[in-house]
Protein backbone atom coordinates (compact mmCIF):
# COMPACT_ATOMS: atom_id res chain seq x y z
CA UNK A 1 0.00 0.00 0.00
CA UNK A 2 1.45 3.30 -0.86
CA UNK A 3 1.73 5.53 2.10
CA UNK A 4 1.96 9.99 1.38
CA UNK A 5 2.90 11.80 4.14
CA UNK A 6 2.46 15.83 4.06
CA UNK A 7 3.53 18.44 6.47
CA UNK A 8 3.82 21.70 6.55
CA UNK A 9 0.43 23.07 7.27
CA UNK A 10 -0.23 25.72 10.10
CA UNK A 11 -1.54 29.20 10.92
CA UNK A 12 -0.38 32.02 8.89
CA UNK A 13 -1.38 35.70 8.69
CA UNK A 14 -3.12 37.11 5.43
CA UNK A 15 -0.57 37.99 3.08
CA UNK A 16 2.20 35.05 4.15
CA UNK A 17 3.34 32.19 3.11
CA UNK A 18 3.70 28.03 4.10
CA UNK A 19 5.19 25.15 2.45
CA UNK A 20 3.84 21.92 2.13
CA UNK A 21 5.22 18.86 1.60
CA UNK A 22 4.58 15.16 0.13
CA UNK A 23 6.72 12.29 0.10
CA UNK A 24 5.58 8.73 -1.23
CA UNK A 25 6.91 5.93 0.05
CA UNK A 26 6.18 1.83 -0.34
CA UNK A 27 5.59 2.62 -4.27
CA UNK A 28 5.39 -0.43 -6.37
CA UNK A 29 4.38 1.03 -9.42
CA UNK A 30 4.98 4.21 -11.50
CA UNK A 31 4.05 7.37 -10.17
CA UNK A 32 2.29 9.50 -13.28
CA UNK A 33 1.48 12.38 -11.79
CA UNK A 34 1.29 14.23 -7.87
CA UNK A 35 -0.34 17.00 -6.50
CA UNK A 36 -2.44 18.33 -4.05
CA UNK A 37 -6.56 18.92 -3.68
CA UNK A 38 -7.88 20.84 -0.68
CA UNK A 39 -11.56 21.00 0.93
CA UNK A 40 -13.08 23.37 2.69
CA UNK A 41 -15.87 23.47 5.31
CA UNK A 42 -18.84 22.58 3.63
CA UNK A 43 -17.06 23.04 0.13
CA UNK A 44 -16.51 19.97 -2.53
CA UNK A 45 -12.58 19.59 -2.77
CA UNK A 46 -10.87 21.80 -5.60
CA UNK A 47 -7.90 21.20 -7.62
CA UNK A 48 -4.73 22.96 -6.40
CA UNK A 49 -1.93 22.33 -8.51
CA UNK A 50 -0.82 18.64 -9.72
CA UNK A 51 2.54 17.71 -11.24
CA UNK A 52 3.56 14.52 -13.90
CA UNK A 53 6.51 13.10 -13.96
CA UNK A 54 7.16 14.58 -17.45
CA UNK A 55 7.03 17.87 -15.62
CA UNK A 56 3.73 19.21 -17.16
CA UNK A 57 1.84 21.28 -14.57
CA UNK A 58 -1.50 22.56 -14.01
CA UNK A 59 -2.62 25.07 -11.44
CA UNK A 60 -6.39 26.03 -9.87
CA UNK A 61 -7.53 29.10 -11.03
CA UNK A 62 -7.23 30.43 -7.75
CA UNK A 63 -3.97 29.55 -6.75
CA UNK A 64 -2.54 30.48 -10.36
CA UNK A 65 0.09 33.20 -9.65
CA UNK A 66 0.46 32.66 -6.29
CA UNK A 67 1.39 28.78 -5.63
CA UNK A 68 4.25 27.43 -7.30
CA UNK A 69 3.92 22.88 -7.28
CA UNK A 70 7.59 20.79 -7.82
CA UNK A 71 8.77 17.54 -7.55
CA UNK A 72 12.16 16.70 -6.94
CA UNK A 73 14.40 14.11 -9.06
CA UNK A 74 12.90 11.10 -7.98
CA UNK A 75 9.62 11.98 -8.48
CA UNK A 76 8.15 10.70 -5.20
CA UNK A 77 8.33 13.71 -3.34
CA UNK A 78 5.78 17.06 -4.54
CA UNK A 79 6.22 20.56 -2.64
CA UNK A 80 3.79 23.24 -2.77
CA UNK A 81 4.83 27.15 -2.06
CA UNK A 82 2.26 28.69 -1.29
CA UNK A 83 2.39 33.02 -1.56
CA UNK A 84 0.40 35.82 -0.70
CA UNK A 85 -2.17 33.38 1.26
CA UNK A 86 -5.73 34.48 1.98
CA UNK A 87 -8.28 33.64 4.22
CA UNK A 88 -10.32 32.38 1.71
CA UNK A 89 -7.30 29.33 1.21
CA UNK A 90 -7.74 27.80 4.92
CA UNK A 91 -8.44 24.51 4.19
CA UNK A 92 -7.40 21.02 3.99
CA UNK A 93 -4.93 20.01 1.81
CA UNK A 94 -4.37 16.75 0.70
CA UNK A 95 -1.56 15.16 -1.04
CA UNK A 96 -1.79 12.37 -3.78
CA UNK A 97 -0.24 9.70 -6.06
CA UNK A 98 -1.80 9.36 -9.49
CA UNK A 99 -5.27 10.38 -8.01
CA UNK A 100 -5.44 7.23 -6.49
CA UNK A 101 -3.97 7.37 -2.98
CA UNK A 102 -3.89 10.08 -1.07
CA UNK A 103 -2.48 11.18 2.35
CA UNK A 104 -4.39 11.86 5.61
CA UNK A 105 -4.81 16.06 4.89
CA UNK A 106 -2.71 18.87 6.79
CA UNK A 107 -4.70 21.91 8.08
CA UNK A 108 -3.67 25.22 6.40
CA UNK A 109 -5.31 28.29 8.28
CA UNK A 110 -5.28 31.62 6.75
CA UNK A 111 -6.32 34.37 9.66
CA UNK A 112 -5.22 37.38 11.15
Known amino acids: QVQLVESGGGLVQPGGSLRLSCTASRIIFSIDVMGWYRQAPGKERELVAT???????HYGDSVKGRFTISSDNTKTTVALQMNSLKPEDTAVYYC??????WGQGTQVTVSS
Open 96 to 101: HANFAF
Open 51 to 57: ITSGGII
